[in-house]
């Protein structure tokens, strides 16, 4: 238990060091820009072959792109339901905000560090069902 409140007190001081230095003016304007062609250049590629580097192919986990697809789906139907009697320019801005996850900047991280390299591959499979709909599907469903 120490081992995951420690995880955690790490990733909570990364992100106040982050807040302290964006307070005291240390990153410019415009630096945001360099760090985010770090992080998703360099270092989330490096994550995800790191964690390929010992996969065994299973076809067992291709049911979780099916299960990211799926949860996707569900989100976009219970949106749906919920903005039945929404004006149409409000209904599409829900429908075009609401089924995605953000596996890439914000979950793969903390998968990686708490459940170790391997849960990467079922987290980048379930993002792969998740990126067929958020790149295009929920627009085009939207748009009718």
Do not use: E
Not at 12 to 41: E, H, M, T, W
């Amino acid at each position: 238990m120490g081992h995951i409140l420690l995880k955690s007190a790490a990733f909570l001081f990364l992100i106040a060091l982050g807040y302290f230095l964006k307070c005291i003016r240390f990153f410019g304007p415009q630096d945001y820009k360099i760090l985010s062609k770090i992080v998703i250049n360099i270092t989330m590629p490096c994550a995800v072959l790191v964690s390929f580097a010992s996969y065994k192919p299973d076809f067992s986990l291709l049911s979780i792109i099916v299960l990211g697809f799926g949860m996707n789906c569900l989100l976009l139907v219970l949106r749906c339901f919920i903005s039945r009697r929404q004006p149409r320019q409000t209904r599409a801005v829900w429908l075009n905000c609401t089924p995605h996850y953000n596996i890439g900047a914000f979950a793969m991280p903390f998968v990686q560090s708490f459940l170790g390299p391997a849960s990467l591959v079922s987290t980048c499979l379930f993002d792969l069902g998740n990126a067929l709909m958020s790149n295009g599907t929920t627009f085009a469903i939207s748009q009718n």
